[in-house]
């Protein structure tokens, strides 16, 4: 017989999942509700209230995909591409890949674009492709943790206004925790997940759809048989999906109350309460909070004699690509961490494979205690493997960013 | 500033969700680990384990789908289907419409034969129609709670393998509360979900897949973009969905652990909790405990004065279909239920809309103590709706089903 859940202590250090908020836990231990409760119901739609706050967006249409942050993904795309439709994925990192792939799966055309690992677009770049091959959706990552770079955004939507295109960005990595607006930069839809720096667990991912989305999704309206009733005309070509048919999804959420899945509710209320956290906090302030421990992080990481993978002018907030010295056995350092202290850092995928350690500050671990034991650790890891770091340096520097605050 | 998560009391009798095993909650609130810790591996080897006792099958391939009942659903028949393959799909209630509109979906060519709601088919029928239509797969629910009806399965797998037909079943109201075998009855692919008989929230779709669905599925292997080997030939057509596509999802599971989503670490603790606690009571005694109270909640309501619609002879052990009794108002009497008591009761789909209420006993709440509460509770919301129920008779006859033991 299987014992009881009882996982060992962790520090999740890496490029997420990390440790969920223990107020998040709490939160999802709540005991449950009907579906149609006005409880329920209330709750939906403070959770819609709160996302639009931590989306910085005026959408009527905030509310939450089933599943994890990929699956948020494909319901943006599939509820929007129709087969043959073209779409511009700007790559820089693993995860524009997974919206080609995913684009390409709705069997739209896709074109891609890319940088090398380490850099991103400049606007420029991007609305060269846009004029050029006039896509449909614009689909692109914000925060990709395979490079540890942050794209900007800020021109995006104007760029893609002028050419007709839509705007869809996975900000999945870096929400919360690197600056965010959807309507001041006219992002059409975004979706994201609550494993980074939304400090709950992964299986929940938000989303905002903006006017412009909406009216392409509703314009492919069809209620499901047994629901619908007679003013539910089948409109356009059927969306591929009925889980993630985002039109149902919609009535689901909004005032018809239409039955779809049934609401995942003790993950609804992890998710409201990580967004209750992150709006009581303020999203300048938590910006801030990752931005901090990012440094201090960072000056640690150097100051324990590493280099770091990138454009430093464009890294995520929360998380850095850290070389690995040579000599020095990443997986067998990374393993020693992980069973020896308990602190997990990340590996990496592709062209980063075997080089480079991936250290994330995000969500519940953006915070000192875990930068400066995680420095501690690390560098009693990499003297160990043969390495020699200045005692004390890692700790030293990132507690003078701190104490410059 | 919206307060921390706080729901009102309720008693969950309605068709599911029902009230979660508080044990359950308390598994979902253990803190994470890393998705490739190997403690987090091992507690993913222990849900396979876990499930393959729940499905009653030896398929290696048992694991869980990111998402509510309808994602297994959905998981399930794309990965299966391509587009033109024939579906046959034997419609009892309104969740085979919904099987039949998702293998749409699928552009598929998806046939249906119908009986009246609150009937099942009987073999021979179905044969019948397998034999004339030659579908790729069959896709039939066994347990519909919008007609309470529990459909025979344990001639169909003969049947489809004389005809080259392979089997999917949705199992998710049925599943730990009625008598279900998967590799006794050749069923090749069942998904299922939590909240019903398994006792936990929605948002996990627990899958298993028999030797020849693997076969099929394999053949249109397409390992994604940025994590395939030299090995990964991709093969046949692709699956049309990256997050339900059930090769890269086996791939995760398995040996090979190919990143895919990250798997939603505090729905897997609840999953696995769910079917520890149903293994450990047994599946034999889970299923009894079900006819049990099913049987004293059906008394308690034919007591009460109430017709019971479908053929009982049929009925699911965990849920009944009551009829409203003429002159009662049945949505302000389950309103005065839930607001007065605290106990939902559910209302009813299509063409028994506001004709019936649907009262489970399943789960958690498949206790002595929450159908006692119910009965007596429903006598006096009776009777203050006009109704002449005899006072006492509900808890009286349900009272004696249990005395019976």
Same mark, same amino acid.
């Given at each position: 017989?299987?014992?009881?859940?009882?996982?060992?202590?962790?520090?999740?250090?890496?490029?997420?999942?990390?440790?969920?908020?223990?107020?998040?836990?709490?939160?999802?231990?709540?005991?449950?509700?009907?579906?149609?409760?006005?409880?329920? =119901?209330?709750?939906?739609? +403070?959770?819609?209230?709160?996302?639009?706050?931590?989306?910085?967006?005026?959408?009527?249409?905030?509310?939450?995909?089933?599943?994890?942050?990929?699956?948020?993904?494909?319901?943006?795309?599939?509820?929007?591409?129709?087969?043959?439709?073209?779409?511009?994925?700007? @790559?820089?990192?693993?995860?524009?890949?997974?919206?080609? $792939?995913?684009? $390409?799966?709705?069997?739209?055309?896709?074109?891609?674009?890319?940088?090398?690992?380490?850099? @991103?677009?400049?606007?420029?770049?991007?609305?060269?492709?846009?004029?050029?091959?006039?896509?449909?959706?614009?689909?692109?990552?914000?925060?990709?943790?395979?490079?540890?770079?942050?794209?900007?955004?800020?021109? !995006?939507?104007?760029?893609?206004r002028r050419y007709g295109a839509l705007v #869809?960005?996975?900000? =999945?990595?870096?929400?919360? /925790?690197?600056?965010?607006?959807t309507d001041a930069w006219g992002i059409d839809?975004?979706?994201?997940? !609550?494993?980074?720096?939304?400090?709950?667990?992964?299986?929940?991912?938000?989303?905002?759809? /903006?006017?412009?989305?909406?009216?392409?999704?509703?314009?492919?309206?069809?209620?499901?048989?047994?629901?619908?009733?007679?003013?539910?005309?089948?409109?356009?070509?059927?969306?591929?999906?009925?889980?993630?048919?985002?039109?149902?999804?919609?009535? #689901?959420?909004? $005032?018809?109350?239409?039955?779809?899945? =049934?609401?995942? =509710?003790?993950?609804? #209320?992890?998710?409201?309460?990580?967004?209750?956290? !992150?709006?009581?906090?303020?999203?300048?302030?938590?910006? +801030?909070?990752?931005?901090?421990?990012?440094? &201090?992080?960072? &000056?640690?990481?150097? &100051?324990?004699?590493?280099s770091v993978f990138g454009n430093l002018d464009?890294?995520?907030?929360?998380?850095?690509?850290?070389?690995?010295?040579?000599?020095?056995?990443?997986?067998?350092?990374?393993?020693?961490?992980?069973?020896?202290?308990?602190?997990?850092?990340?590996?990496?995928?592709?062209?980063?494979?075997?080089?480079?350690?991936?250290?994330?500050?995000?969500?519940?671990?953006?915070?000192?205690?875990?930068?400066?034991?995680? !420095?501690?650790?690390?560098?009693?890891?990499?003297?160990?493997?043969?390495?020699?770091?200045?005692?004390?340096?890692?700790?030293?520097? &990132?507690?003078?960013?701190?104490?410059?605050?």
């Amino acid at each position: 017989m299987h014992d009881q859940i009882h996982p060992p202590h962790r520090l999740l250090m890496g490029p997420g999942p990390i440790n969920a908020d223990p107020r998040v836990l709490r939160a999802m231990s709540a005991p449950l509700v009907g579906q149609y409760d006005p409880a329920m =119901t209330g709750y939906m739609n +403070e959770t819609m209230a709160l996302y639009r706050e931590v989306f910085r967006t005026a959408n009527e249409q905030t509310f939450l995909v089933d599943g994890t942050s990929r699956a948020g993904i494909e319901a943006a795309l599939v509820s929007l591409l129709e087969p043959g439709d073209r779409v511009l994925v700007p @790559v820089f990192g693993r995860f524009g890949h997974l919206l080609a $792939e995913i684009a $390409e799966r709705c069997a739209a055309e896709v074109h891609t674009i890319e940088v090398p690992w380490g850099e @991103v677009f400049a606007p420029e770049q991007i609305e060269a492709a846009v004029r050029e091959i006039r896509p449909k959706v614009v689909a692109v990552v914000q925060g990709d943790t395979a490079t540890t770079m942050c794209q900007p955004l800020a021109d !995006l939507g104007d760029i893609c206004r002028r050419y007709g295109a839509l705007v #869809y960005c996975d900000a =999945t990595a870096s929400l919360g /925790g690197n600056d965010f607006r959807t309507d001041a930069w006219g992002i059409d839809v975004v979706t994201a997940g !609550l494993q980074k720096c939304l400090g709950g667990p992964s299986g929940t991912a938000p989303i905002t759809l /903006g006017p412009r989305a909406v009216e392409v999704i509703e314009a492919r309206r069809h209620v499901e048989a047994g629901i619908r009733d007679d003013g539910d005309v089948a409109r356009g070509r059927r969306i591929a999906s009925n889980y993630f048919d985002l039109a149902m999804i919609m009535d #689901y959420w909004g $005032e018809r109350r239409l039955n779809h899945h =049934t609401e995942a =509710t003790s993950a609804l #209320y992890g998710a409201r309460e990580c967004a209750r956290l !992150l709006v009581a906090e303020g999203l300048d302030a938590a910006v +801030e909070r990752h931005r901090l421990h990012g440094a &201090a992080m960072l &000056a640690g990481v150097q &100051a324990l004699g590493l280099s770091v993978f990138g454009n430093l002018d464009h890294k995520m907030h929360n998380v850095v690509a850290v070389c690995i010295p040579e000599g020095v056995d990443g997986d067998r350092a990374r393993a020693g961490m992980l069973e020896d202290y308990g602190i997990e850092i990340g590996t990496s995928f592709g062209p980063l494979h075997g080089k480079v350690w991936r250290i994330g500050t995000m969500g519940y671990n953006a915070r000192t205690d875990a930068v400066l034991v995680t !420095l501690a650790v690390l560098e009693q890891v990499l003297r160990a493997a043969g390495a020699s770091p200045t005692p004390g340096a890692g700790v030293g520097a &990132a507690r003078e960013v701190y104490a410059d605050v």
